[in-house]
């Protein structure tokens, strides 16, 4: 029997279950349990942050048929003919309960066009179907859909938090966490904590949490690495290692992580100071340069002479 993937078994089914940021939020979704509906929701956030973990709770808790909902992951389906196809095929039929669910993950995958026609489908059948999507940039919804959904942003948790349910998890599991490796893996994937999660079952098979081995962590390896370069102090190698591994739409996360880990340059708060201004710079430039490699390997040289000084 193949082993139960930790991120399923420890996914929060009940909204007591679910850890909300907000309480204001949290209040509100207690208010649609109590009223038994939702409004259209767009979910928005990081990925791996929970969206789509607080949509099947609130799909769990009002208790909708697995006849009344559709889950579609836009990255895959995306096109207008998807929307009109499957979507609209979907919600003209009528629902089992109270209403008809189409749970729309990465909706920001979605073509203009495609969004367009997802509004009009909103539009036709609101009165027996709800929409709820998820997005990882809520900037690239047309704003026709956002004024018919209420949003709803999922932020960050504190990475101190996140290392602790990690660390958790391990202890439940019977792993023996070893705290360097654990800040390491925390460091490569937050706030990603379905990533985190995976990567510790991945390297805890021993009953003992390991450094991956080459490969076992396939496309992320090189973020490991990184971190465990960064770490040590060598920024040359690290700017060596991202330029040749990373792929062009994932440098403005770099540089985002780049924010949250200022303690790898320095530990000094003016020194820190002047490494904000140096990332932000360089996330300024990425918006404008041709080679973004270029741009990232300037910005990594700044920091490196910072930490020399």
């Not at 709770?57 to 990255?75: G, Q, R, T």
Request: overall charge negative; hydrophobic content about 40%.
């Amino acid at each position: 029997m193949a082993k139960e993937l930790w991120v399923e078994k420890y996914r929060p089914k009940t909204v007591k279950d679910y850890v909300f940021r907000d309480q204001a939020q949290k209040d509100q979704v207690n208010g649609w349990l109590k009223d038994k509906s939702i409004p259209h929701l767009l979910f928005s956030g990081h990925a791996g942050i929970g969206k789509t973990t607080l949509a099947k709770v609130l799909l769990n808790e009002l208790e909708v048929s697995e006849y009344d909902l559709l889950e579609i992951n836009a990255s895959r389906t995306n096109s207008v003919e998807d929307v009109r196809d499957k979507i609209v095929n979907f919600v003209q039929m009528i629902p089992f309960g109270d209403f008809k669910v189409v749970l729309l993950d990465e909706a920001d995958y979605l073509s203009p066009n495609a969004q367009a026609a997802l509004r009009g489908v909103m539009e036709e059948y609101h009165t027996t179907s709800r929409f709820i999507l998820t997005c990882n940039y809520p900037n690239r919804i047309i704003p026709a859909i956002h004024s018919r959904c209420q949003g709803f942003h999922i932020t960050n948790v504190d990475q101190t938090e996140f290392t602790a349910r990690i660390a958790t998890i391990l202890l439940e599991e019977g792993v023996e966490p070893d705290l360097d490796v654990l800040d390491t893996f925390v460091k490569a994937t937050y706030p990603d904590m379905r990533k985190c999660i995976n990567m510790c079952q991945m390297n805890s098979t021993t009953g003992k949490l390991l450094p991956p081995q080459k490969g076992d962590t396939g496309e992320s390896d090189y973020k490991v690495d990184m971190v465990e370069l960064f770490k040590a102090g060598k920024i040359t190698e690290a700017r060596k290692l991202i330029c040749s591994q990373a792929r062009p739409e994932e440098m403005e996360d770099i540089f985002r992580w780049m924010y949250d880990n200022l303690e790898v340059f320095t530990a000094e708060e003016d020194k820190q100071d002047q490494a904000i201004l140096i990332i932000k710079q360089g996330l300024v430039d990425h918006s404008f340069v041709a080679d973004p490699e270029i741009n990232m390997s300037a910005t990594l040289v700044k920091l490196a002479r910072l930490t020399k000084e």
